[in-house]
């Protein structure tokens, strides 16, 4: 049975950190690029970060460029968002997600096949 299982998520002060973690299994991740989205009430679901899946490249949205990190863990069959510096405005419910990417479209929801269920982040003081 194929699952992505996202962890990590909760309410942190804004300037905190978090680590969200994407668990797989019933695939080999090792062939597959991985994406993290997010959704804020009454707003579209927009890419935030992405990782090839030889781990050799990635990329960032604008917002959470130098405060975000993406990685992943082939062996653990588990792909990784550390978020810092957390800002009120990253409130969302955050998906991981994989697929056969190509990289220029990492940023669109409809290139992934697989879907987490997702994990709150709420960022308020």
């Known amino acids: 049975q194929v699952q992505l299982v996202e962890s990590g998520g909760g309410l942190v002060q804004p300037g905190g950190s978090l680590r969200l973690s994407c668990r797989t299994s019933?695939?080999?991740?090792?062939?597959?690029?991985v994406g993290w989205f997010r959704q804020a009430p009454g707003k579209e679901r927009e890419g935030v970060a992405w990782?090839?899946?030889?781990?050799?490249?990635?990329s960032y949205a604008d917002s959470v460029k130098d405060r975000f990190s993406v990685s992943r863990d082939n062996f653990k069959n588990t792909a990784y968002l550390q978020m810092n510096n957390l800002k009120p405005e990253d409130t969302a419910i955050y998906f991981c997600a994989a697929g056969f990417i190509r990289a220029a479209a990492w940023y669109m929801p409809e290139e992934y096949d697989l879907w987490g269920q997702g994990a709150q982040v709420t960022v308020s003081s």
């Open positions: 990782i090839s899946s030889n781990d050799d490249s990635t």
């Open positions: 019933g695939f080999n991740l090792d062939y597959y690029g």
